[in-house]
């Protein structure tokens, strides 16, 4: 257990469903982060929030909402996704005030879209 | 932030350091190299980072040439279960995005 809890641990979704993901993290940290892994790629960078405020969003498209309602919560809403869209999601939170610096991943979110 | 270049795959024996090396010749003076390791199907995990000097810590140490222009991840006794993908990132300090590479694929075999 990292610290960071994402919930569910796998999804399956239709194309027409709506669905949301969740991280928890209870560290104190103050910024938090969505990833997005699909197969044999790279983790790519979704979201970035920094004290609630959305602070990047790298050309994501809108059938992915973000929204964090506080410093420790965060969510991913997803509607209408594509099969492509099937992935590993990961959230992550930092806080960029400590000596650390080093960022807490939880166990990721196994999406699949049918 | 600088790029980084790392092997595509290492195997290593049981039991042996495993020396993970980093290439990040574009590395300015306030980035720091961090490395991360994800093993399979779980979120990446933070091991290390470091400036200039060289840092150890109870899961590994790292190793900065001078001219800070690579360096290197030493598993001192690699077990089974350090079998990953290990991701050497240069980032400045406090910035907030981590952007990962492809990485380096470590097979530890018995």
């Known amino acids: 257990e990292t610290g960071v809890t994402q919930t569910p641990r796998h999804l399956v979704m239709g194309m027409t469903n709506k669905k949301s993901l969740k991280c928890e993290q209870h560290?104190?940290?103050?910024?938090m982060y969505w990833y997005k892994q699909s197969a044999k790629k790279p983790l790519e960078l979704m979201f970035v929030y920094n004290f609630k405020e959305q602070t990047e969003n790298n050309s994501v498209p809108s059938r992915f909402s973000p929204e964090c309602p506080n410093s420790s919560h965060l969510f991913l809403h997803l509607h209408t996704l594509q099969p492509e869209d099937s992935a590993l999601y990961l959230c992550?939170?930092?806080?960029?005030?400590?000596?650390?610096?080093?960022?807490?991943f939880g166990s990721g979110t196994r999406l699949t879209v049918v | 932030d600088a790029k980084t270049t790392q092997p595509t795959s290492m195997d290593c024996a049981e039991g042996r350091a495993a020396n993970l090396p980093c290439n990040h010749s574009?590395?300015?003076?306030?980035?720091?190299v961090y490395w991360y390791r994800q093993i399979h199907s779980q979120g990446p995990q933070y091991i290390i980072h470091g400036l200039k000097n060289n840092e150890t810590n109870e899961m590994a140490s790292l190793i900065i040439t001078e001219d800070r222009k690579s360096s290197t991840l030493i598993l001192p006794h690699a077990t089974l279960r350090d079998t990953a993908v290990y991701y050497c990132?240069?980032?400045?300090?406090?910035?907030?995005?981590?952007?990962f590479g492809a990485g380096t694929i470590l097979r530890v075999k018995s």
């Open positions: 992550a939170s930092s806080n960029d005030r400590t000596v650390n610096y080093g960022y807490t």
């Open positions: 560290l104190g940290h103050n910024a």
């Open positions: 574009t590395i300015s003076g306030n980035e720091y």
């Open positions: 990132i240069v980032r400045v300090r406090g910035g907030n995005k981590l952007v």
